[in-house]
């Protein structure tokens, strides 16, 4: 992802489906230039991102 005030940002998206379960997770990541709470620049970059993961397994009908 291009943006016009900072710089790109990479994401990405993993799924998979098993026979009793499916898994799903995300995640980003840029660098962002260093900034005070009014839009000051200060020196240097800081990292910014996120990951999540969520997943469901059936045991059988009764546990999940």
Do not use: C
Request: net charge positive; hydrophobic share 25%; no cysteine.
């Amino acid at each position: 992802m291009v943006t016009a005030k900072e710089r790109g940002a990479i994401f990405g998206e993993y799924r998979q489906r098993m026979s009793k379960g499916t898994l799903e997770s995300s995640g980003s990541f840029t660098r962002v230039h260093n900034r005070t709470t009014d839009g000051h620049e200060l020196p240097g970059d800081r990292s910014r991102g996120h990951f999540f993961s969520k997943a469901r397994y059936d045991l059988d009908p009764t546990w999940r």
